[in-house]
């Protein structure tokens, strides 16, 4: 007899289930499907950058250079050039100060998973420490 205690079983097919409780979180047009912590069970980085909220950055960062560098003297001044509401354009700019952590997150398309623009448009503290605990903690 041949002894098959240590042979591999390459003969066997087995499969395994394994059952785990996750989320959906709409996300503009797309759905998210969010684990249990808090992640996005998507791990590929195109999947989960958000544009939008990468064009709102990159917006408040360009207006908030434009206005230090005296390309215009007021954000009226801006709004009504660009043709957008003075109060839209204030509220971009303010994105320009976010924490380095914040912005980069969101430019991986690593921030949390129920992170929206609605969010980052409402206000927020200056201090980057509060602001990551405002917008990356993890949401029970």
Same mark, same amino acid.
């Given at each position: 007899g041949t002894d098959t205690a240590n042979q591999p079983n390459c003969? /066997?097919?087995t499969s395994i289930t394994r059952q785990v409780p996750v989320d959906y979180c709409k996300w503009g047009s797309v759905t998210v499907m969010v684990l249990p912590d808090g992640s996005r069970a +998507?791990?590929?980085? #195109?999947? =989960? +950058?958000?544009?939008? %909220? +990468? $064009?709102?950055l990159a917006r408040g960062f360009r207006w908030q250079r434009l206005l230090y560098a005296g390309t215009y003297a007021t954000i009226e001044d %801006?709004?009504?050039? #660009? $043709?957008?509401?003075?109060?839209?354009?204030? *509220? /971009? %700019? *303010?994105?320009?100060? /976010?924490s380095p952590t914040? +912005? #980069? =997150?969101? /430019?991986d398309g690593r921030h949390p998973a129920h992170l929206t623009m609605k969010d980052l448009m409402q206000p927020f503290p200056l201090e980057w420490a509060a602001q990551e605990r405002q917008f990356l903690a993890r949401r029970p």
């Open positions: 003969g /066997l097919q +998507v791990a590929r980085r #195109e999947a =989960t +950058v958000d544009n939008t %909220m +990468v $064009k709102v %801006m709004a009504a050039a #660009e $043709k957008i509401n003075p109060s839209y354009i204030s *509220r /971009l %700019m *303010r994105l320009a100060y /976010l914040i +912005v #980069e =997150t969101i /430019l």
